[in-house]
């Protein structure tokens, strides 16, 4: 099992650009989730699907977007980029609430 | 505004000792109380959970206690290795969203 793979692992846009970031797992999870980790604020839930079709906001969703045609992709687009989107990005999915999430390896996002 | 806390952001204890990391909370709606443990330029890696209606859950070395009145859950770790150095965060779910504290970052010193 390759787990949840992200790519790019880096990636530096100018403001305006938009992108995507591609995440796939290969465990047949239902949930899957994308978060931002800033410095001093730990990890914000931007969004989240509970299954293929279905999406829905976290924490921080403005300025992105998501879809979930399958139950292995969940791309996240960044419409376009804004230097307060300059971030690490992480993808993650979950079998259960209790089993916690397994995450994919990052992205570090500059926008300059 | 932070539904999950740790008011720590560092921690260094003697290799053998014991480490506890605290995280505190507001949602009494929270469902599961979670540990992750990340390494520089790696995402996160669950080590232990915790049900609501428990007080206590025990894996290995890794004992996670919920206070629930006091809303508040600890991490403990006997014995500490200079492995377990890492950045440890508490997270907490509800309505199929996790929320994450801001992390403690462990150093065990050989």
């Known amino acids: 099992n390759a787990g949840v793979t992200q790519t790019p692992k880096f990636q530096v846009l100018k403001t305006g650009q938009s992108m995507t970031l591609q995440c796939a797992q290969d465990?047949?999870?239902?949930?899957m989730s994308w978060y931002r980790q800033d410095p001093g604020m730990g990890l914000r839930l931007i969004h989240y699907?509970?299954?293929?079709?279905?999406?829905d906001q976290g924490e921080v969703p403005n300025g992105y977007n998501v879809s979930r045609s399958t139950t292995e992709d969940f791309p996240l687009r960044l419409l376009s980029a804004a230097p307060s989107q300059t971030s690490v990005y992480f993808c993650?999915?979950?079998?259960?609430?209790?089993?916690?999430?397994?995450f994919g390896p990052g992205t570090r996002l500059t926008v300059t | 505004d932070q539904q999950v806390k740790q008011n720590s952001p560092s921690l260094s204890v003697q290799e053998g000792r014991i480490s506890i990391l605290n995280c505190d909370y507001t949602?009494?709606?929270?469902?599961?109380f979670l540990w992750y443990k990340k390494y520089p330029a790696e995402g996160p890696t669950f080590l232990i959970s915790?049900?609501?209606?428990?007080d206590k859950n025990e894996d290995g070395r890794f004992t996670v206690f919920l206070n629930k009145s006091a809303k508040h859950l600890s991490l403990h770790i006997v014995p500490s290795q200079p492995g377990d150095s890492a950045v440890y965060f508490c997270?907490?779910?509800?309505?199929?969203?996790?929320?994450f504290g801001t992390g403690t970052s462990l150093t065990v010193i050989p």
């Open positions: 993650a999915s979950s079998y259960r609430e209790e089993t916690g999430e397994y």
């Open positions: 465990m047949n999870h239902e949930y």
């Open positions: 699907s509970v299954g293929a079709g279905i999406t």
């Open positions: 949602n009494s709606m929270f469902d599961y």
């Open positions: 915790i049900s609501s209606i428990k």
């Open positions: 997270a907490a779910s509800a309505g199929n969203q996790f929320y």
